[in-house]
């Protein structure tokens, strides 16, 4: 008998692309009727720091006072755009958005409000990459605040919970070894393992989203195999253990994890004081810096692909197979949306062979 459930990306972002194929991988599981997402986007995208809220929006539906749906025609209100509504065509599923505004509780009482509303009796959770298991010590650990406030509202709503991770390492966050550890720890089992024909209806969202880990779980379940260069210089190695999904016991996770410390928070503010508390700095304040950094934007011209060239062969020479499209306007500063666009139109054009994406081939 299959429970009816509602799946949450953990992450947002492209964490709801990963949600969506599991919901349909596991339909003998489960009987998937909505997906939750935060509207939390990289800054060449949405150039506000940290995650967008309902009144940030115009063209959500209403279901509840706290429930929100997001439609193909939302759009977030200022400069930015949120990669929420152009994903709304590739889901069989209404696609809720979270607000973190509550903090831990309520956030807790938007997921009691969704399965009321949708009638449901479990909640999936949906992790890509592996860094919702980090204690917070990690030296890699980058983008924890998310995660760890899904999981801890999570606990707090006392609805049934299954913590499912896929694409283990693809974030580039903690180390094999750390996530080996950490897997073994909280007694995983593997549930289910990807394939071509469960992402082909996603495959072409990767044409505009800057999603690396979920883009390279897709590739990875197409059978991509070799080493790719993302953000910041890191290095992932994409191999068969990448389409495996895990399922782990979300209360021991959310235990020995930084969730621990938001079960009580009331506000985002109050997960940031929380998380700066173990870290030094939230995931906000990293964004912050960036903007106050002031980096000069540069329109692609042809001369860029001169540049990209000279750098895809030295990576060719590292033994690099790819680089991610992310890292490649990373490389080339074609920072801001209209900018990132030219760029993937660029090498559409001049370099046809080269574009896989979410890949770039060297």
């Given at each position: 008998?299959?429970?009816?459930?509602?799946?949450?990306?953990?992450?947002?972002?492209?964490?709801?692309?990963?949600?969506?194929?599991?919901?349909?991988?596991?339909?003998?599981?489960?009987?998937?009727?909505?997906?939750?997402?935060?509207?939390?986007?990289?800054?060449?995208?949405?150039?506000?720091?940290?995650?967008?809220g309902r009144g940030d929006f115009d063209g959500l539906t209403g279901?509840?006072?706290?429930?929100?749906?997001?439609?193909?025609?939302?759009?977030?209100?200022g400069p930015g755009w949120s990669t929420l509504p152009p994903l709304?065509?590739?889901?069989?599923?209404?696609?809720?958005?979270?607000?973190?505004?509550?903090?831990?509780?309520?956030?807790?009482?938007?997921?009691?409000?969704?399965?009321?509303?949708?009638?449901?009796?479990?909640?999936?959770?949906?992790?890509?990459?592996?860094?919702?298991?980090?204690?917070?010590?990690?030296?890699?650990?980058?983008?924890?605040?998310?995660?760890?406030?899904?999981?801890?509202?999570?606990?707090?709503?006392?609805?049934?919970?299954?913590?499912?991770?896929?694409?283990?390492?693809?974030?580039?966050?903690?180390?094999?070894?750390?996530?080996?550890?950490?897997?073994?720890?909280?007694?995983?089992?593997?549930?289910?393992?990807?394939?071509?024909?469960?992402?082909?209806?996603?495959?072409?969202?990767?044409?505009?989203?800057?999603?690396?880990?979920?883009?390279?779980?897709?590739?990875?379940?197409?059978?991509?195999?070799?080493?790719?260069?993302?953000?910041?210089?890191?290095?992932?190695?994409?191999?068969?253990?990448?389409?495996?999904?895990?399922?782990?016991?979300?209360?021991?996770?959310?235990?020995?994890?930084?969730?621990?410390d938001l079960f009580d928070t009331i506000s985002l503010e109050q997960?940031?004081?929380?998380?700066?508390?173990?870290?030094?700095?939230?995931?906000?304040?990293?964004?912050?810096?960036?903007?106050?950094?002031?980096?000069?934007?540069?329109?692609?011209?042809?001369?860029?692909?001169?540049?990209?060239?000279?750098?895809?062969?030295?990576?060719?020479?590292?033994?690099?197979?790819?680089?991610?499209?992310?890292?490649?306007?990373?490389?080339?500063?074609?920072?801001?949306?209209?900018?990132?666009?030219?760029?993937?139109?660029?090498?559409?054009?001049?370099?046809?062979?080269?574009?896989?994406?979410?890949?770039?081939?060297?």
């Amino acid at each position: 008998m299959t429970s009816k459930a509602i799946a949450i990306a953990t992450g947002g972002g492209g964490d709801v692309v990963t949600a969506s194929v599991l919901a349909a991988k596991l339909r003998h599981r489960f009987d998937v009727v909505a997906i939750m997402s935060y509207s939390w986007d990289r800054l060449i995208i949405d150039p506000t720091p940290g995650p967008r809220g309902r009144g940030d929006f115009d063209g959500l539906t209403g279901h509840h006072e706290l429930i929100a749906e997001v439609t193909e025609s939302a759009r977030l209100r200022g400069p930015g755009w949120s990669t929420l509504p152009p994903l709304v065509p590739y889901l069989a599923r209404p696609l809720l958005l979270m607000d973190p505004a509550g903090g831990a509780i309520g956030l807790a009482a938007q997921f009691h409000a969704a399965s009321q509303v949708f009638g449901v009796d479990a909640l999936i959770l949906v992790d890509v990459g592996g860094d919702i298991l980090a204690e917070g010590h990690e030296a890699g650990l980058r983008s924890p605040l998310a995660d760890s406030l899904t999981l801890a509202a999570a606990i707090q709503s006392e609805l049934p919970l299954h913590l499912l991770i896929a694409g283990v390492g693809l974030d580039g966050e903690l180390t094999p070894p750390e996530l080996c550890t950490l897997l073994r720890r909280q007694g995983s089992a593997a549930v289910v393992e990807l394939g071509a024909a469960d992402v082909s209806m996603v495959a072409e969202v990767w044409n505009w989203h800057p999603s690396e880990a979920n883009g390279l779980l897709c590739v990875a379940a197409e059978g991509w195999r070799g080493k790719v260069e993302t953000q910041r210089d890191a290095l992932i190695s994409i191999t068969d253990d990448a389409t495996v999904v895990y399922e782990v016991d979300a209360s021991g996770v959310a235990a020995h994890s930084l969730a621990a410390d938001l079960f009580d928070t009331i506000s985002l503010e109050q997960v940031e004081q929380r998380i700066r508390a173990r870290r030094g700095y939230s995931d906000i304040d990293t964004e912050r810096s960036r903007l106050s950094a002031h980096r000069e934007q540069r329109t692609p011209t042809v001369d860029t692909i001169g540049d990209i060239d000279r750098y895809a062969h030295a990576a060719s020479r590292r033994g690099v197979n790819a680089l991610t499209i992310r890292r490649v306007i990373e490389l080339t500063g074609a920072v801001g949306a209209n900018a990132g666009d030219a760029l993937r139109d660029l090498l559409r054009r001049e370099r046809p062979s080269n574009m896989r994406p979410p890949l770039y081939l060297v």
